[in-house]
């Protein structure tokens, strides 16, 4: 009889206790495992609430509606002391319990009359800890930045070899204004238009006034790989460009009409991390007749590494120029393959010299391809030098049956150029392995993750400043930096501005590299596989810093209490000693900040005249590990120059060979978990307004909504600043806007500079992993984009240019 009276009301009980019991097991389970590690007590007692209440569900007793709600309410307090009123800290403390909770509420007419308890009490108190949980989702802090300190500059020995080319005048200065005629506006990179049509009053009203479509979409060979990254110029009446592919293009300023396309026929096989071609150069020919061919042209490198000049009104390869316009950048590198060596980023012209860096793919083997930066004449496309690390003695091209010496720190990035100085600013990388060092030699210790300044004429060393000592982290340098007249105490004083990875700015004398604020040489985590090697200070700059304080357990994030525990349980698993702790092999180590930044090539954009430096910045760890030999080589891990290179991805996930070291290494980049969200909690991102004086913050917020993310790659469409991760930098303008995309959203926004408000979006067809740029066409001012995607930041591929102006 007893069987027969069972109806919706009692399944509805016996189900909700199989779900409680589905989350009290592991909860309790991993919670005495969290226990055992030295973490907190809470998920074991929670779990052990959760299956004393599923205990009384199953036998119908109103006692299990009790103990969730003690259970519940032990939670809340728990949460609210341990994060506050952060409501995205709280989604996983409380968001599935509440949800239970109603659940619990919903099953108490079925249990009535079982049990003794007053059900109107029982409603009562459900109802005051459930407005108590919903009250800890309510608000969002925002963090503030404690500013850390530090810095240090070695000057290097001079080369002694004299200059192969005679020395060109200094040529005019670089205008931002009507034109954007260089990857940072000028090659001195502050991102600053002078345009003032576009305000916060009226960017509401910004249209759309043209789009382009250059029609460079991933073959299938190349599906997966494509970031293009791409800055355009403006010249004239004209916008310079190129593709993924490396694909050049001029389109109408005013229009967005094609007006002349080269194709240099890149194979896909030359693709390294990615299909990137981040900008181009452009250059006048001193004393060229206008009508002359190539009078003016454009420069630019390919992925399979050759530097192309066209001339910039009709695309036509410069015959002057290298061989029918191009310069083989292999000649000297010795062995490599394609995807190995390319070029990624735009020459820097100073002094009619076009320098040149290279991408050299990272974390292959310790015998790589050269990290040379040479610079060509950018009328012949002769070698005027060559900065060979390996080589200080020589500033010319290797001795036949020599090549420039391998394995040395890289510039993939854009270099910044003073032409009154003459000088060029290398931001270099580390040595191609990554993440070992005892195998480097002294030159590649005092040079990696240095900015170096070159004379641009010579290749001689004026100075170098290091902003990681012996870096075993991939904190190579990869913002441009930027050239300013700092508001010194004693009056403007010729300066440069250096983001970093791992957070810091620094404000160096452009003449000297002496930095301007104080340098503090603090101590830093010692031990893991090289504890002879690693050195046990850092330069940590007194100016400012985008990193945040150590990570905590209770900085573990997830969508539910189940993913949370499990990043709890991988934090309390790992190797985590703060900021530069050293790479281990017999656990995970955690790096923090990742090597994604902090800054990275999106760069800072600074406003002299508001006196604001503005920087959008990561905020992620990596979860590492250091794989020794033989567990690499039975996974099958090798080099790019082996056949069998990347047939699929392996066991080890994203992971380098690292050959000719003692280890490979396996980077989980941003921490992800299996859910695909990070286990780190939100912000991921932010973007920040710094005073350029004193290097505090003005304010500060996460940057980026979660509308396109979500767990499984799921959006979850909410329009709230969660912060996400982001590539790419800004602009401002003397109307008092930023203008930026970067995030993983798809948007590009509109800043007010004063307040940190967003006053404008617009979705994007791809992702907005590119810097903007600012110009005048025809008597309006444009804000251009060109929102290609990115595999790696996992948003979608797109071929447009997209051209924003205020109705006519």
Known sequence: MERANRGFGYWAVMALAAVVVLFGLPILVGGVWLIALGGSWYYALAGLGLLVSAWFLFRRSMLGVGVYLLTFAGTVIWALWERGLDGWAQVPRLVAPTVILILVLLVIPALRGRSGFGSAAVVAASVGVLALGASGLGLTSLRQS??????????????????????????????????????????????????????????????RAWEFNTGDLPSEAAEGKYSPENTPLKVGDSLLMCTAMGIG????????????????????????????????????????????????????????ARLLAVDARTGQPCADFGTNGQVNLEEGIGDTVPGWYAVTSAPTIVRGIAVMGAQVKDGQAED?????????????????????????????????????????????????????????????????????????????NDYAT????????????????????????????????????????????????????????YVLDRATGESLFEVEEREVPQGGVEPEYL???????????????????????????????????QFRQSSYQGMYTPPTTDQHWIQYPGYNGGNDWGSIAIDVERGLIIANYNDTPNHNRLVPREEADAAGLVPITDPRAGQGEGPLGEAGPQTGAPFAIDVNAGWRMFTGLLCKQPPYGGIRAIDLATGEAVWDRPFGTARRNGPFGIPSMLPLD???????????????????????????????????????????????????????????????????GHHFMETPVSDAVIAYALPE
């Not at 940072?184 to 345009?195: I, N, V």
């Open 249 to 304: 293009l001029a389109i109408d300023a005013a229009t967005g009409g094609e007006e002349w396309r080269f194709d240099p026929g890149v194979s896909a096989d030359a693709i390294p991390y990615g299909a990137t071609c981040r900008g181009v150069a452009y250059y006048e020919v001193p004393g060229a007749a206008a009508d002359e061919a190539c009078a003016t042209r454009m420069l630019w490198g390919t992925l399979d």
């Open 368 to 444: 790589a391809p050269s990290g040379v930066v040479r610079g060509y004449d950018a009328v012949t496309g002769e070698l005027a030098w060559a900065w060979d690390l390996g080589n200080p003695g020589n500033r010319g091209a290797p001795a036949e049956g020599e090549v420039y010496t391998r394995g040395t720190p890289n510039m993939w990035t854009t270099a910044a150029a003073d032409e009154e100085l003459g000088l060029v600013y290398l931001p270099l990388g580390n040595s191609s392995v990554d993440y070992y060092g005892s195998n480097r030699s002294a030159l590649e």
């Open 146 to 207: 404690p500013l850390l300190a530090q810095e240090a500059a070695v000057l290097a020995e001079p080369a002694t070899q004299e200059p192969s080319i005679a020395p060109r005048p200094v040529a005019e200065p670089l205008v931002v204004g009507a034109d954007w005629p260089a990857y940072g506006g000028t090659y001195e990179a502050a991102r600053y238009s002078p345009l003032d049509q576009i305000t916060p009053d009226n960017v509401g009203q910004l249209e």
């Open 722 to 788: 969660i912060g996400t991760p982001n590539n790419g930098g800004p602009v401002v303008t003397a109307g008092g806007l930023i203008f930026v995309a970067a995030t993983t959203d798809n948007l590009i926004h509109a800043i007010n500079i004063e307040t940190g408000e967003t006053v404008w979006t617009d979705t994007l067809p791809g992702g907005g992993q590119a810097n903007p740029i600012v110009y005048q066409a025809d008597g309006r001012q444009f804000v251009v984009i060109a929102p290609g």
């Open 535 to 569: 050195s046990p200070t850092q330069p940590f700059s007194a100016y400012h810093s985008l990193a945040f304080p150590d990570l905590t357990e209770a900085d573990m994030w997830g969508m539910t209490p189940l993913d949370q525990l499990w990043c709890r349980i």
């Open 450 to 505: 240095s900015l170096v300044a070159v004379d641009a004429t010579s290749g001689e060393d004026v100075w170098h400043f290091q902003t990681v000592y012996r870096d075993v982290w991939d904190y190579d340098l990869g913002s441009q930096p930027t050239l300013i007249d700092f508001p010194a105490a004693d009056g403007p004083r010729p300066a440069l501005v250096l983001a970093s990875k791992q957070g810091d700015i």
